[in-house]
C-alpha cells in the first residue's frame, strides 16, 4: 500500500486496515481525535497514516493530518509504543500548537505479536476530565474498546451510523445485567414509559428490540445496527456490540510460546440515537421536493399548452413577418419549458449545461429545420453543473443562436454544420456557436443591429449572466458567436 512518501508493507496493511475501519465509531465514542502511525524506513520520524477527527465534538486539529511526519520530541509515546508494546498515557501539545491535551497511545500488533504501527487518541483537558467523571463502568468499557480498536476488533462498526453528544449508552456485563446507563439513555427510555431505574437490573427490564439486539451480542457476538419506529411517530438507530477484555500483558508476552490470547467476553455495549426530528425532517422534505416537482411539471404542462395555441394562432396568420415572429415566440416559450422540465425530473436546482445544449438542438431540429435542409448540429464540452438561474437565460441563448444560425447562415443552402461548444475555464464557463453558413454581411454591427433574437443573447449575456457576448465572421465562411460568463457555485 503506497501512501505520499512511504510504502506500507503488505503484511502490516493487512492489520492496519482493520484497525482504521473502525476508527470513526472509536473517535466519535471516545471525543477525540484519532491516529494510526506508521514507522518511517531509515528515518527517525513516523508518519500519520490515518487522522480522524470526531463528530460528536469540535475536533482537535481545523484540518486533517495524515500524510504528515512527527518525530520523537513531538510525540515521545507514539515512539516509546513503537519500541515496547503496551498502552502509554501523558499530557503534551498538539502539533504544531501550543495548546495542552492528553494523549493515549496503544501498539498495534500482528498475530505474532509484532508491532506494525501505533494508535493514538488525542483529548483536550476538559474532555478527558469529564471522560474521567464519569461512571468506573463505562471508563472500563471504554478502555476495552481502545483495546479491541487497536487489534481490529472494531472493523465492522464503519457501517454504524454516527456517535454524537445526545446518544443514550448502555453497559451490559457478560451476564446479562445492566451496570451502566448513561443520564441521556434515561431520558430515552422515559419517552417510551419506561421510569424505573435499569441500573443492576436484568435484560428483561429492556424494551423487546434492545434486549434481542443485546442477547445477539453477548450470545452470538454479533455487531447490529437497527432503527425502530416505537410509535407516535418516535424513532430510534441502535447499534449493539460485543465488549471483550484484552489478555493481560503477562498473557501476551508469553505470546511466542503460547500462541495469540484469545479475549475474553466482558459484556455488550447498546448505544440508542433518537432520530425522531431527522425522520421527520427528512419526511417534510421529501413531499416538498414532490410538491416543487409537481409545480414544475405543470409549469411546464402550461407552457407547453401557450405553444401549442401559439403554433394554431401561426397557422391561421397569412403574414410571413407575424407567422416568423409567432414562430420564434414558440421556441423561445418552449427553451424555458426544457428547464422546468428538467426541474421536474431532477431533485435538484442545478442543471447540466451539455444535456439542456442537446434539448434544445433537438427542439430546434423539430421546428425549425424543414425536410430538404440537410444541417447537422453537432454538441461538444463536458457535463458542466449550473444552478437553474443561469441555465435558464443559458437555454435562451443557445436557442438564439440557433435561432439565428438556421434563418440567416442557411436562408439560400441546404447542407451544413453547425457546433455547439460549451467549455469549462476555471470559474467562467464558455458558449461557442459556429456555423459554416454565408456569414456576416458586410458592414455588420453586432451592437447596432435591430434583430431582436441578438439583443436578447446580449441582455441576457449581459444582464442576466454578467458576462459578455460577442458575434464575428469566421475565418472562410461562416459565423462564430461567444458567450462568456462567471459560473455561480450556488443555486
Not at 440567416?408 to 460549451?422: E, Q
Amino acid at each position: 500500500m503506497v501512501f505520499p512518501g512511504i510504502l506500507v508493507r503488505e503484511e502490516d496493511w493487512e492489520v492496519l486496515k482493520r484497525v482504521i475501519a473502525g476508527l470513526n465509531f472509536i473517535a466519535d465514542l471516545t471525543k477525540a481525535d484519532a491516529f494510526v502511525y506508521y514507522k518511517v524506513p531509515a528515518k527517525d520520524a513516523v508518519v500519520i497514516l490515518t487522522h480522524v477527527r470526531p463528530r460528536s465534538i469540535s475536533p482537535l486539529y481545523p484540518e486533517s493530518l495524515q500524510g504528515r511526519y512527527v518525530y520523537r520530541v513531538e510525540r515521545p509515546l507514539v515512539f516509546r509504543a513503537f519500541r515496547r508494546s503496551g498502552y502509554w498515557k501523558g499530557q503534551g501539545l498538539l502539533l504544531g500548537m501550543d495548546a495542552p491535551m492528553v494523549e493515549e497511545t496503544f501498539s498495534v500488533v500482528d498475530g505474532k505479536e509484532r508491532i506494525v504501527g501505533v494508535l493514538s487518541f488525542e483529548s483536550n483537558l476538559l474532555e478527558y476530565e469529564r471522560r474521567r467523571r464519569r461512571s468506573p463502568v463505562f471508563q472500563l468499557a471504554l478502555h476495552y474498546l481502545h483495546h479491541m480498536a487497536r487489534r481490529g476488533l472494531l472493523e465492522k462498526t464503519q457501517s454504524f451510523y454516527p456517535v454524537t453528544e445526545q446518544d443514550g449508552i448502555i453497559v451490559v456485563d457478560d451476564q446479562g445485567f445492566i451496570r451502566y446507563v448513561s443520564g441521556v439513555a434515561a431520558n430515552l427510555y422515559r419517552k417510551v414509559g419506561i421510569m424505573r431505574d435499569l441500573r443492576d437490573a436484568s435484560l428483561s427490564r429492556l424494551p423487546a428490540g434492545d434486549r434481542e439486539m443485546l442477547k445477539a451480542a453477548l450470545e452470538e457476538e454479533e455487531f447490529r445496527q437497527e432503527e425502530e419506529n416505537l410509535g407516535g411517530d418516535i424513532v430510534w438507530i441502535k447499534r449493539a456490540l460485543p465488549i471483550y477484555e484484552p489478555p493481560s500483558r503477562f498473557r501476551e508476552i508469553l505470546t511466542p510460546l503460547l500462541g495469540k490470547p484469545s479475549m475474553a467476553l466482558a459484556g455488550a455495549m447498546l448505544i440508542i440515537h433518537d432520530a425522531t426530528d431527522e425522520r421527520r425532517k427528512e419526511k417534510e422534505l421529501r413531499v416538498k421536493t414532490a410538491l416543487i416537482k409537481e409545480i414544475h411539471h405543470r409549469i411546464k404542462n402550461n407552457l407547453q399548452t401557450v405553444a401549442a395555441l401559439l403554433r394554431l394562432q401561426a397557422r391561421r396568420v397569412s403574414s410571413e413577418e407575424a407567422k416568423a415572429a409567432l414562430n420564434d415566440s414558440i421556441n423561445r416559450i418552449l427553451s424555458i419549458a426544457i428547464i422546468h422540465e428538467f426541474l421536474s425530473e431532477h431533485a435538484t436546482n442545478f442543471i447540466d449545461l451539455r444535456e439542456l445544449c442537446r434539448k434544445i438542438v433537438e427542439q430546434a431540429k423539430e421546428g425549425m429545420l424543414t425536410p430538404e435542409k440537410r444541417i447537422s448540429i453537432e454538441i461538444q464540452g463536458p457535463e458542466i453543473l449550473l444552478p437553474s438561474e443561469q441555465a435558464t437565460a443559458c437555454a435562451l441563448i443557445v436557442n438564439e443562436l440557433l435561432q439565428n444560425a438556421l434563418e440567416h447562415g442557411y436562408k439560400d443552402r441546404t447542407i451544413g454544420h453547425i457546433t455547439v461548444n460549451i467549455e469549462d475555464l476555471e470559474g467562467k464557463v464558455k458558449i461557442t456557436v459556429h456555423d459554416d453558413g454565408v456569414g456576416l454581411p458586410e458592414g455588420f454591427e453586432p451592437l447596432q443591429t435591430e434583430s431582436l433574437g441578438l439583443k436578447i443573447v446580449k441582455t441576457l449575456a449581459e444582464e442576466e449572466l454578467r458576462g459578455k457576448f460577442n458575434l464575428e465572421r469566421a475565418d472562410g465562411s461562416g459565423t462564430i458567436a461567444t458567450v462568456v460568463f462567471p459560473k455561480k457555485l450556488e443555486a
